[in-house]
């Protein structure tokens, strides 16, 4: 005799399945961009940290025209130089007023059916220097910071690029939930364009996170320009890299070593199961030498323990 109630029970939770499965189908955005803000007054003289909050530094006349020709440059970019019709675009802005001013100014670039939303997200702001700054004592501070060493120096009253590390981590659980869960994607026919208006140093240890990078490499790391933008794009195996939109001598000048870029380019190519066979310089950067076999290892103790006998 059949139970009724269970069957229904059975294809009711097969549907949900079906329908979880169906609804689990993320669409990755296609590039991820990050923007520094434009020239502040802060950029400008140090003396306006001074009398004004951090936070509250505006931007100059000359950041306001760099904001609107990032615009144009970004757009350039998410049209595929005006071939591509359909994709989308998505912002996140750390909540400071230059970061604010902008994404205000980079929007003119686009139309409203273009943008999908914009959430402000405290986590990508500034690093924290403390609260007002005199420029004299921030002086003696950042030279101390050269000294000790740039991502574990914490600021009086303020924090450490590690600090700042630690927030961009969050930050990017969250966007990886969004992605996850489809919530920034209407359109699956569309291409979507996460960009994110930020800061010099949330924007290195964002990259220093997503790719792995040691401390070490981070420390070589350049500070980007005003209103200058990193672009993250799947490569064709479905990894994101900086080598699809930028050249070995952009990525150089930024501070990368030639293991980081020959990285960039194997993600930009890499297909898909590569990842755990074909990355030895993360080996290298912990490891003094290692030997190519089992073999090679034991030949390797044979000899030490000769020498050793000698």
Not at 1 to 14: E, F, K
Not at 37 to 51: I, R
Not at 113 to 134: P, S
Request: with cysteine.
């Amino acid at each position: 005799m059949i139970n009724r109630n269970s069957t229904g029970n059975h294809v009711h939770q097969h549907q949900q399945q079906q329908s979880h499965s169906h609804s689990h189908h993320r669409n990755l955005p296609k590039r991820i961009i990050l923007v520094r803000h434009g020239e502040s007054q802060g950029n400008k003289d140090d003396s306006a940290y001074v009398v004004t909050p951090d936070y509250k530094i505006p931007l100059t006349s000359t950041g306001i025209s760099q904001a609107r020709q990032a615009g144009l440059g970004i757009r350039q970019v998410v049209s595929d130089q005006g071939s591509s019709q359909n994709w989308r675009i998505y912002f996140y802005v750390s909540p400071y007023e230059r970061t604010r001013s902008t994404l205000r100014e980079i929007g003119r670039a686009f139309s409203r059916r273009r943008l999908i939303g914009v959430r402000e997200e405290c986590r990508i702001r500034e690093q924290d220097f403390g609260n007002f700054q005199v420029a004299e004592r921030m002086k003696i501070i950042k030279q101390t910071r050269e000294k000790f060493g740039r991502f574990f120096y914490r600021f009086p009253e303020g924090e450490s690029a590690a600090d700042v590390y630690d927030r961009v981590s969050s930050f990017l659980e969250s966007l990886w939930r969004d992605i996850d869960m489809n919530r920034l994607q209407q359109n699956a026919a569309d291409d979507l364009n996460l960009v994110i208006v930020s800061h010099g140093l949330a924007i290195r240890v964002f990259l220093m996170k997503w790719f792995k990078w040691t401390v070490e490499q981070f420390e070589y790391l350049n500070n980007l320009g005003n209103c200058e933008f990193r672009v993250m794009q799947l490569g064709i195996g479905g990894e994101y890299s900086l080598a699809v939109n930028h050249s070995d001598e952009e990525m150089q000048a930024w501070g990368l070593s030639s293991d980081m870029i020959a990285d960039q380019r194997w993600r930009a190519r890499a297909k898909k199961g590569d990842w755990n066979e074909k990355c030895p310089w993360y080996l290298d950067a912990f490891f003094d030498s290692l030997a190519e076999t089992d073999e090679s290892s034991e030949e390797d103790d044979e000899s030490k323990e000769f020498l050793d006998c000698v």
